[in-house]
């Protein structure tokens, strides 16, 4: 199975929707784990006067962690799909949330502009088809020296922590989702992530970008060398290559 994209991607995340929250929730971590992604960000609390962009914000497991870690700070949470939207908007909460339909290669159109002190994207890049140009979006986007942190499935690059992600996958989160009518979705999920880049090739593609003092971060439990934090700053240079 190849990877979904785009159109067939959101109406794949909107059929899936219902049961988003519920297996985030079995997974050991995930909403922890978002957090400490949004502390890496460096900003101090509780943010106040601060504008954060949540890029795929989904049914707003990102966009809560950033609430508990920046409280006084205004976010703006966007995601392509209306299904985990409309759970996103469902739900209380506290402080100023905005959210938007859109997706992240057109945030302009959809009337989200920048500066941004920061962008937090949670479970996002390995799903868009230009990364490199979803970079130079949120790049414009931030202020001068603003902070990017991704949260990513990003494989370490050792066979080792491949073979616990397809064990995972195969053995727990496919069956589960293939029962709950979600097989599509999670499929992609394995795949995309076996496709993507590994952790070193990701953050050398955030600095090719043109943003500086790049780090890849590890999280702990299960997915130890699966899932990381990479932060960075806006470097002050546009300096990209290859576009
Ligand atoms: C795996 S979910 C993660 C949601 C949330 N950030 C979290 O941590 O739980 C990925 C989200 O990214 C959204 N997404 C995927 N491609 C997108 C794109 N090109 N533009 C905007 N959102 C996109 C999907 O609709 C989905 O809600």
Sequence with gaps: MT???DADLAAAFDRAAHSYD??????????????????????PHPGAGLRVLDL?????ASTAALARVLPGAEITA????????????AKSWQGRVRFVCAPAEALAEAGV??????????????????PDAVLDAVHDLLAPHGRLAVHEYTLSGRPLDR??????CRGLVLPVATALGDGDLYRHLWRSVVDFDTV?????RVR??????????????WQTGITHTIVAHRGARPGRVGR
Excluded: E, I, Q
């Excluded at 070193?200 to 050398?204: G, L, S, V």
């Design 22 to 43: 519920t297996l985030v929730a079995a997974n050991p971590g995930y909403h922890g784990h978002l957090r400490r992604s949004a502390r890496r960000l460096g900003l």
């Design 113 to 130: 502009d920048g500066p941004f002190d920061a962008v937090f994207a949670a479970y996002l890049f390995r799903n868009v088809a230009d």
């Design 56 to 60: 795929g914000c989904g049914t707003g």
């Design 78 to 89: 966007v995601d392509a799909s209306a299904g985990m939207l409309d759970r996103a908007m």
């Design 163 to 168: 073979a616990v992600w397809s064990a995972v």
């Design 208 to 221: 090719s970008r043109g943003f500086d003092h790049v780090r890849a971060l590890p999280l702990p439990g």
């Design 200 to 204: 070193d090739r990701f953050t050398d």
């Design 3 to 5: 990877v979904l994209r």
